[in-house]
């Protein structure tokens, strides 16, 4: 009994001992000098080029595109229900107050013609993921004399107000939809413009002053007033199947665009603490702590310093014939982790941590990797970075990979 009493504490003060950690050496043991690693290298790239993406609309986008930029047309359409009824109220002469609200949230570079904005009313029933149905054709402008948007948007967000016609609120109804008004919204050619949509909380807003006929009023009787937010809103985007670019790497969202690349794994990206390139046994056991893939950006339009991009690598199922490029279709990847990464400089990184764990296990052949936005029709975000080709010296692409070696 005493015995045990005796052992009891020491293993006590074994344990806790065991469990501490050099401030030196986050690996968390207190008998190895193993610890993370970095090393910055040349990528090796031996294929690359763009080819389409294959995104859609869904109707939930936290932003509504309006615009017609480069041959792209853009048109956002909006659903308003619950107004009075047709015949039985009329707006009043000396009100004001009959506007289309909006916030925007960036818009085309301000050149010698404003960016100009016009109302239409659809006579057409429509679904928020389908705006690709909806007919030209069935368009009715309704604002003959244009809006002119702001030439500077605030990073927080514009209102802005788009008077409207009493008249056309006093007809609302349409023969395809009798229960709702639908607004569409086009711009003039070599702009556009981002607004933020219902999903946000401060989408598009219709108010009016209005006065009930039927009955009669009563003498004195106050005006009502309409104030309402769409119950659907949605873009339609009439696309254009971005090229196959074999010497370029473009990432496009208005024009959906990813980019292919393929690289060299090599075995001595990988050391021990004293210096010696690992061997293919300790190369697999390697943890890999963090791996970025570095481009260098060759034209970039639209994002600046606070405007993040939503990247995303994925990884190569199988091989792929470098010398002819075709569109590679998402089953053929598996898909990455997503990351908010913003343009510093004139470079951007890519996380490809999963994917170079997999590559120096063993467990996955380098086939290469698909780079795409996670923005594609989400807006006008365009990115143009240096290819391996014609790249000078200082824009090659590189890798970053911190790396923790194997303790035995």
Request: aromatic fraction near 10%; charge should be neutral; glycine fraction near 6%.
């Amino acid at each position: 009994m005493e015995l045990k009493k005796t052992i009891l504490p020491l293993l006590l003060v074994l344990l806790a001992l065991s469990g501490c950690i050099r401030k030196n050496n986050p690996t968390g043991n207190n008998w190895s000098d193993v610890r993370p690693m970095t090393t910055v290298d040349s990528l090796q790239v031996f294929g690359g080029y763009s080819f389409a993406g294959s995104a859609k609309i869904k109707g939930t986008e936290s932003s509504l595109l309006c615009g017609n930029f480069e041959g792209i047309e853009s048109v956002t359409f909006m659903r308003f229900t619950a107004l009075p009824e047709v015949g039985k109220f009329r707006i009043p002469d000396y009100q004001d107050s009959t506007f289309l609200s909006l916030t925007l949230t960036k818009r085309s570079p301000a050149r010698r013609n404003p960016l100009e904005l016009k109302i239409y009313k659809l006579n057409q029933s429509w679904a928020a993921d389908s705006t690709g149905l909806i007919d030209d054709a069935n368009l009715t402008l309704i604002t003959p004399i244009a809006f002119t948007v702001p030439d500077t948007i605030s990073t927080l967000g514009t209102q802005v107000k788009i008077p409207i016609p009493a008249a056309a609120l006093e007809n609302w109804r349409s023969e395809a939809d009798t229960l709702g008004l639908t607004l569409a919204i086009k711009a003039e050619a070599g702009s556009w413009v981002e607004m933020m949509s219902m999903e946000t909380g401060r989408g598009p807003q219709l108010r009016f002053r209005y006065r009930i006929t039927d009955p009669e009023p009563t003498e004195g009787s106050d005006d009502s007033i309409y104030e309402q937010r769409p119950t659907r809103d949605s873009y339609r985007i009439d696309e254009q199947t971005a090229p196959l670019l074999a010497d370029r790497w473009v990432l496009n969202n208005i024009n959906p665009s990813r980019f292919f690349v393929d690289f060299n794994i090599r075995n001595d990206w990988f050391k021990d603490m004293q210096g010696n390139v690992l061997d293919e046994k300790q190369r697999k056991r390697v943890t890999i702590n963090q791996a970025k893939l570095v481009f260098y950006v060759k034209e970039n339009p639209y994002y600046g310093s606070i405007a993040s991009v939503k990247l995303r690598a994925d990884r190569m199922n199988d091989s792929l014939n470098v010398a002819e490029p075709v569109v590679i279709d998402d089953s053929r990847l598996t898909s990455g982790f997503v990351s908010d990464q913003f343009v510093r400089g004139d470079s951007i990184e890519v996380d490809v941590t999963a994917i170079i764990q997999a590559y120096s296990s063993g467990k996955k052949l380098p086939y290469g990797i698909v780079v795409r936005s996670m923005q594609e029709l989400q807006n006008y975000g365009r990115l143009e970075l240096w290819h391996f080709s014609d790249a000078p010296a200082d824009k090659r692409p590189k890798i970053k990979i911190t790396y923790t070696p194997p303790f035995l």
